[in-house]
């Protein structure tokens, strides 16, 4: 035991430097692995953002003009409208009542989309409550005074 302590062996200059170069390479594949991951997390996340922009009553037609922008990153497709009197009785509007169709409704990222309902008889004064979906799963409930 004594021979180990009084020893004044070490490890040699090159070796010690070969262990340096492994732990900082260790290091930045961990670095790299853990930034790969977190970016694209992120980007994963962004996609379409869908806002109203602007909603109109029409009084000589009836119709309900709604104007959605999409701020996000992708493309959003608007396959569903929905539109009631409260919240809990929404009423899916059919494709041949909304111009563009829903089918037809792609947002693409950083413009807007105008939806028309024709037709619909529409109270002044009351608020009326609407729901968008898209394809992408996303939903847009608002509601609006006419």
Do not use: C, H
Not at 44 to 54: K, P, Y
Not at 91 to 97: E, F, R, W
């Amino acid at each position: 035991m004594k021979s180990i302590i009084k020893s004044k062996k070490g490890i040699s200059p090159i070796l010690a430097t070969l262990l340096l170069i492994v732990i900082a390479v260790a290091a930045v594949i961990v670095t790299y692995a853990w930034v790969i991951t977190f970016t694209e997390s992120t980007t994963s996340q962004a996609g379409a953002i869908l806002t109203v922009e602007n909603i109109r009553f029409d009084t000589a037609t009836d119709d309900i003009v709604i104007t959605i922008r999409n701020s996000g990153t992708a493309d959003g497709t608007v396959d569903s409208v929905y539109v009631g009197t409260s919240s809990s009785n929404l009423v899916l509007q059919s494709a041949s009542d909304v111009d563009p169709s829903p089918a037809n409704g792609i947002v693409e990222s950083g413009s807007t989309l105008t939806l028309t309902i024709s037709n619909y008889s529409w109270t002044e004064g009351e608020t009326y409550y609407f729901n968008i979906g898209t394809e992408e799963g996303m939903s847009l409930p608002f509601s609006r005074e006419a």
